[in-house]
């Protein structure tokens, strides 16, 4: 069975979180073959604003709060 996952990806980063606790982070400016996962190296500040961005999306209800969600940080 494949590891269930939500995730980000825009023009600079992939984020993913794993429902076994696992995250991924890649800067794709820098590695864009997605060959290091940065997470730990991420500040606190900013896991917690891809965690709450990635949560907005996927429990938006409405066009406009889909349409808010869906321009990320």
């Known amino acids: 069975m494949p590891t269930t996952y939500a995730a980000l990806r825009t ?19 820098t590695d864009p073959y997605q060959l290091t996962n940065a997470y730990d190296t991420l500040p606190a500040a900013r896991r917690t604003t891809l965690h709450t961005d990635l949560d907005a999306l ?16």
Do not use: I, L
């Open 58 to 73: 996927q429990h938006c209800h409405t066009d406009t709060t889909c349409w808010a969600a869906g321009h990320t940080s």
């Open 11 to 29: 023009a600079t980063y992939t984020y993913v979180e794993y429902d076994d606790g696992e995250h991924e982070y890649y800067d794709r400016t």
